[in-house]
């Protein structure tokens, strides 16, 4: 059982940055790979970035390709999402995820979600 805690979601003008956290429980944090996910008003929820067990391996949707950052500290539990350049088409539902495989783009692949950090970015 993995649990997922996301924090750093907020409020930013369009242009600006935010650092997102996603803190998991147990010992096997290494055995997932990790992704990000995001749902906004009225849409359905949708891939944004993975990134591999050993973080050496990581892939974005192309609306963040550039922008966005995903990293991960194995010795902290920890997966972060570094987003620059933030844009008001960005404002959602952040939500981290765990994968008991080698990471995919397909949420149906996760094994274990986060509640969400939301994000809002001002025009």
């Known amino acids: 059982q993995v649990q997922l805690v996301e924090s750093g979601g907020g409020l930013v003008q369009a242009g600006g940055s935010l650092r997102l956290s996603c803190a998991a429980s147990g010992r096997t944090f290494s055995s997932y790979a990790m992704g990000w996910f995001r749902q906004a008003p009225g849409k359905e929820r949708e891939f944004v970035a993975v990134?591999?067990?050993?973080?050496?391996?990581?892939y974005y949707a192309d609306s963040v390709r550039d922008r966005f950052t995903i990293s991960r500290d194995n010795a902290k539990n920890t997966v972060y999402l570094q987003m620059n350049s933030l844009k008001p088409e960005d404002t959602a539902v952040y939500c981290c995820a765990a994968d008991n495989g080698s990471g995919a783009t397909t949420e149906s692949r996760y094994d274990y979600w986060g509640q969400g950090t939301q994000v809002t970015v001002s025009s």
């Open positions: 990134i591999s067990r050993s973080g050496i391996s990581t």
